[in-house]
């Protein structure tokens, strides 16, 4: 019984030869017996049943075979003696872990590239061990640790590094070059980011998005905007790290070509793991300078030809050419190989289309062989102008990218101050204009008009300045529109009344009535002409680059194109003829669209001291435009019009950013953007806004707004402020997280229901 004593003293005098000899069976138990490895050869190995792997995954048996070729077997096979019904071996092995590998060595064996007596390592399991071989073949397959991604792309900069190319390691793991190409771009991340990735903080799909630009810094500074928010997508990260770049699908680019950009030091961002349309140029100024330079160069070439002037721009404004006059040229004829060529074509085109007739549709290869042929013939018909002599010396010529970044040339502009004077005429009667375009340049003083020199002036305009506000400069109190802004917007409202007046002949008869009236009982008279009444074609000084592409704009210069394909201009007599003949629905729609040129709502700087326009009269002129926009129904969200960073959101204050979106979304939404910086608040708002239909107070009609005692109606900055339930909250304000990242779960809530 005394050895059952608990007492400490005692416990430790009765047990000691006790626990030493535990502490022995244990360190005996601990010592483990691995199974022996043996070289068995070949044709002694045979596929076990007891193998689990029966669906083929991963690489295939010819690969891991080609694999093996080259470096050898890197991993035994585990193999166990076949016994016979005695129980007795026969000299063959069992194959339950390694099948694949059995197969790629007998492929080998097959091609001969490999003896069938050739000695395999093996692990040979004691026949006597209770370790089942389905046991081996599962454990060998569940037990085994994928590589994780992070560590492929290390090693493979490790084998760059060490002197293999991108074919070799592709070839060595029987891969694309491209995707070693991902593999080691993915490895260049900051550091920073390949830890994050490392511990699952970041997705494969995020990463793949920050290797679009190089530079770590910027890297790690997007990455410490978007942690902490929801708005983690691989796009919004792209954006980020290329929202001060410039496509390489820009006509800047296009034009300049990629490859002269980056032999002149440019750097191009790519993605390898998506489309990129041929990726993003990160210095704009450098395309600037060479997409003017190369302009340079071709209205050089073109100062042969004789101009007077040549003005060259990468964006022409809209209405760059009015109050000009545009020469008439007559086509250059086709020269007598050129003829024959094109007498070949269209008989081929016409054969074609008299062959294929009868069918309902064209077989693929003709209908591309007729595409071919009508681009060809097109070449040939669309011939150059040839043009007077005499009217070269005082013309210009417009040198600017079109919209696919190809080089446009528009001949033949007279301004009004070259325009050659009566008395100047009248002395040189007809000497002007004997010789065609290429006749001698060289004039005497008569034909020449003063001031007219023989040489030609390249200048250059710039693009229209448009700069947003600072954030220093921005106290959050709502201040007044910048004045130029007001008259971009005033442009577009101007250029929209100018297209729905001219489909509105009734509107635009009362319009010049109006004129008529005012002009007769409120003038002080008119001299010079039975009639005074004239349109001027207003130029808008101050527009938006993107002007010249809205829909409006081009409404006008088709309808504009047509008419002036039909009118016989440069005869009076004819014209009056002609415009006699037309009907009455004719006669009113070409008024309507004539006038429409006049049409000016355009807010300007008022000047007390008489040159330009009055307080009084700039009031007036708005008035009557709000009458007019009234009559024709504008809207300005239908003629093209909509709130985008460049085009507003970032030229007003962040007070006005949150206005907009105050009156279109509501209150909650306004909250939620106010921590933001103006930059990301333009963006957002931007998104925010697009197809609600909000107007500025600028572009709103008045109208339309009274109708609504809050806002206005559909197309003037419809209000949105109705209460949501906390079910429709996400779906209806539908803004990314990290707009509400700094904010309390409960306070988004209560501002997103206000």
Known sequence: MVGLRVAGSEVGRVAPGARRGEDLMAQAAQKITLSSSRDIPFDKLVLSQSNVRRIKAGVSVEELAEDIARRGLLQGLSVRPVLDADGVETGKFEI?????????????????????TVPVPCVLRDVTSDILAEDDSLAENMQRVALHPLDQFRAFVALREKGQGEEAIAAAFFVTPQIVKQRLKLASVAPALLEVYAEDG???EQLMA?????DHVRQVQVWDAVKNSWNKEPYSIRRMLTETSV?????RAVFVGVDVYEAAGGVVLRDLFQGDDGGWLEDPALLDRLAADKLQAEAQAITAEGWKWIEVSTDLPYGYSHGLRRLVGDPSPLSADEAADHAKLLAEYRALEEEYSGQDEYPEEIDARLGELEAAIEAFE????????????RAGVFVTLDRDGSLAVYRGYVRPEDEPREETVANCGDDLGVAGQGADASVSACQLPAGLSAATVITSGGQPFSAGLPDDDDDGALKPLPERLVMELTAHRTLALREAIGRSPDVALTLLLMKLVNDTFRSSGASGSCLEASVRPIYMSAQAPDLKDSPVAKAVDDRHAAWEAELPLGDDAVLWDYLSALDQASRLALLAHCLSFGVNALHEKVNPYGAGISASGLTRRMAQSEIVAQAVDLDMVTAGWEPTADSYLNRVPKARILEAVREAKGEGTAQLLDHLKKGEMATEAERLLKGCGWLPEVLRRSDLAALDGNGAAEGQGALNEEPLGAAGIDAEINLPAFLMADLPVESTAMMAAE
Do not use: C, H, Y
């Open 202 to 204: 970041m997705t494969l």
């Open 210 to 214: 920050f290797t679009v630009n190089p």
């Open 96 to 116: 339950p872990a390694g099948g694949r590998r059995f197969q790629a060595l007998a492929l080998l064996v097959k091609q001969k590239r490999l003896a069938k």
């Open 382 to 393: 669309q011939r150059p102008l040839i043009f007077d002599a005499a009217e070269i010396v």
């Open 247 to 251: 496509r390489a699908s820009d006509r």
